[in-house]
C-alpha cells in the first residue's frame, strides 16, 4: 500500500457512498457538509481520510464496501494510515 493506492482506495469509497443514499446522507449528516462541499473536497485529502474513517467505524458498512469493491477490509485500514488523521505507519505492499 502506498499513497497513491490509498487515494484510490479512498475513491472508491466515495463512488461506493455516492452510490447508497442512505449511507451518501448519515455520512453528510455526521461529517455537517453539504453535498456541494463534498463534491468540491472530493479530491481533498483529509476528505478521502474521513470518509474511509466513516466506513471503518460502522463494521456493516464496511463488509458491505469491502464486498462491494472485492477489497479486503484489511486494506481499508491499511489505506487510511496514508491520509491525513491516520496513523503513520509504512507498508511495504
Do not use: W
Amino acid at each position: 500500500m502506498n499513497y497513491q493506492q490509498a487515494e484510490i482506495l479512498s475513491l472508491q469509497a466515495l463512488s461506493h457512498m455516492a452510490g447508497d443514499e442512505e449511507i451518501l446522507m448519515a455520512y453528510l449528516r455526521l461529517s455537517g457538509i453539504t453535498p456541494e462541499e463534498l463534491k468540491n473536497s472530493a479530491a481533498d485529502p483529509a476528505t478521502l481520510g474521513s470518509i474511509l474513517d466513516y466506513f471503518l467505524q460502522n463494521e456493516k458498512r464496511l463488509i458491505e464496501f469491502c464486498q462491494a469493491g472485492k477489497i479486503s477490509p484489511d486494506q481499508v485500514q491499511k489505506a487510511r494510515q496514508f491520509l491525513p488523521g491516520g496513523d503513520p505507519v509504512h507498508y511495504s505492499t
